[in-house]
DNA sequence: ACCTATGTTATCGC
DNA sequence: GGCGATAACATAGG
């Protein structure tokens, strides 16, 4: 699930749920996922701590907590931040666990454990050494022109390259430029000024639209690529067939009649 | 046994 | 240094 609109809806859920009340228990069910902090100072750090803020950069989710702390949520291709009641079953994969104060619970499940639970006192600072660029979001035209003018690899390559946008993913990628009616494979210095306002046209609706559904594909309108995600299946936008190709290591589906 | 999978990182070769 | 390809991480499903 998690790219940048999974994230944001993650965001919203852990502001509007998990917020300004004390930690009580923190239980670390499997610590591989920690990086950096041990199970015994993640719980030190937080327990009788509140969470105050939020912030999201890319696909990294950010948790103030009160004494200095940020906590920082990474979710890999599974993971995924619930909240729920301690008197229920925590669900299977469940890894880490907040209890707060008055019973609720913060749970980040990850069936493939490639995500990752941190502490660190400086979200920025930990943005840098993780070299994380702008969030997708705050990528305007004229920045995104740059980035696509300065990379001779395929402009699909560069949408997910996180240390030049962060947030897009493979499926979003797949949809922006399936919008925009660009060839993935295509060089990002050989856009144009006109493909290149489409793309940044296309990257914010696509997000902002998919932000407001909940990030849930089930909501995502008819005519978008994610429902057609097979070799073969016909263009959502009714003129050839998808196609499934391999552009930066990644699965890509494409129409080739409408994409070029 | 094989392939696939919403992510990231290290390594090798050009 | 940039870029593509590949494997690795860990797990599940077809």
Known sequence: M????DVEVYRRRLAHGALRRPVDEVRVHD???LEGVTAEALATRMVGRRLTGTARRGKHLFARVSGGDHLVLHFGMTGVLLTDDVEEEPPRHTRVAWTLRGGTRLLFVNQR????VALTGDADDYCRRHDLGPDALDVDGPALRRLLGGHRGSVKALLM????IAGLGNIYTDEVLFHARLDPRRPADGIDVREAARVHRQLHRVVRVAVDAGADPAR???GWLLHAR????P???GNGEVARVRVGGRSTYFCRACQS
């Open 113 to 116: 454990k490639l995500g990752h």
């Open 161 to 164: 390259d996180q240390s030049a």
């Open 230 to 233: 097979e070799q073969g299946a």
């Open 220 to 222: 995502l309108p008819r």
């Open 235 to 237: 263009c959502p936008r």
């Open 2 to 5: 998690p790219e940048l609109p």
């Open 31 to 33: 610590a591989t996922l």
